[in-house]
């Protein structure tokens, strides 16, 4: 249910005046740490990396590759290799979906994580500050380089994974003290220049977002503790043909930037992205599950 609800964040963000699509991104990037790392542990090791990667591509691929041509056929643009590859999306912008990019920075992380998951496992918090701190070099050298990494996003990342490793679980007195504070964040957020498309900022939205999200942490490692119901794995699964394939609806959609354009494409959307799942994503994820249990027995 979590991931359903950023992935409406990033509908509304696209059919709105408010920028709190970022947000969701970055909390995806948080929930993405935490997952990888509690894969990592429980399925693969520093031995089965190869499994992990095959895995991890099986998941984001099939539907991307999809949602990609599909995109590109219905909008008229142009694909380039980044557009099957993937990798360097975020970098040049060329991608019919619009929202790319993040899945670009996600599979960076997973190249990274064979090395960053046994570090932060011995050596958490000094791992957590020199990754910090190389996020903070990566956004100032960000604009001279032109190129877009994971490395801008590096600690939501491991947050999360910490968070599965730690394997802390707040109160829930602590965890809805951390929902009262995000909230009390939100509203004083919604007072700053970043809340709105305005276009002068006092520094990159995205930092504002990794920023925002950190009241937020220990509601969501609460949260996350929680056995999820089959019902909440299938809306999961849901949003990511959700997040993958809106944008592409609302540009065919909205064309004179009417209330009542943007109403029909986010509800456009819903439908469509259940029927993605229905017929697309869910067929291959069964797939993939298959595979990599033929994978597993092998190993």
């Known amino acids: 249910m979590v991931r359903v609800l950023l992935a409406s964040a990033v509908i509304i963000s696209h059919i709105s005046k408010y920028d709190i699509g970022r947000l969701g991104v970055i909390?995806?990037?948080?929930?993405?740490?935490?997952?990888?790392?509690?894969?990592?542990?429980e399925k693969f090791d520093e031995k089965q990396f190869v499994s992990f990667y095959i895995s991890r591509a099986l998941r984001i691929y099939p539907l991307f590759?999809?949602?990609?041509?599909?995109?590109s056929i219905f909008r008229g643009l142009p694909l380039s290799l980044e557009n099957f590859l993937l990798f360097g999306i975020a970098t040049t912008g060329n991608d019919p979906t619009g929202v790319s990019w993040s899945l670009d920075i996600e599979m960076q992380y997973y190249l990274l994580c064979p090395l960053l998951l046994p570090l932060l496992r011995h050596f958490p918090w000094t791992t957590l500050t020199v990754c910090s701190a190389v996020t903070a070099v990566a956004w100032i050298v960000t604009p001279t380089l032109g190129i877009r990494t994971a490395l801008l996003y590096l600690p939501a990342f491991l947050a999360g994974a910490l968070s599965d490793q730690s394997r802390h679980i707040p109160s829930a007195r602590s965890a809805y003290s951390s929902l009262g504070l995000f909230a009390l964040a939100s509203v004083g957020a919604y007072f700053t220049p970043f809340?709105?498309?305005?276009?002068?900022?006092?520094?990159?939205?995205?930092?504002?977002?990794?920023?925002?999200?950190l009241p937020l942490i220990p509601y969501l490692q609460r949260s996350l503790s929680i056995r999820s119901s089959h019902i909440d794995r299938v809306l999961g699964d849901y949003s990511y043909a959700l997040y993958l394939m809106?944008?592409?609806?609302?540009?065919?959609?909205?064309?004179?930037?009417?209330?009542?354009?943007?109403?029909?494409?986010?509800?456009?959307?819903?439908?469509?992205?259940?029927?993605?799942?229905?017929?697309?994503?869910?067929?291959?994820?069964?797939?993939?599950?298959?595979?990599?249990?033929?994978?597993?027995?092998?190993?």
């Open 246 to 299: 809106h944008y592409a609806i609302i540009a065919l959609i909205v064309v004179s930037d009417t209330a009542s354009e943007k109403l029909v494409a986010g509800i456009v959307s819903y439908g469509v992205a259940a029927l993605l799942y229905i017929a697309v994503d869910a067929p291959l994820n069964g797939m993939r599950y298959r595979l990599m249990r033929v994978f597993s027995k092998k190993a």
């Open 65 to 71: 590759l999809v949602v990609s041509l599909a995109s």
């Open 195 to 213: 809340f709105t498309k305005s276009t002068h900022d006092p520094f990159h939205r995205d930092i504002f977002a990794l920023l925002w999200l």
């Open 27 to 41: 909390v995806f990037f948080f929930l993405s740490g935490y997952w990888t790392s509690r894969i990592w542990t």
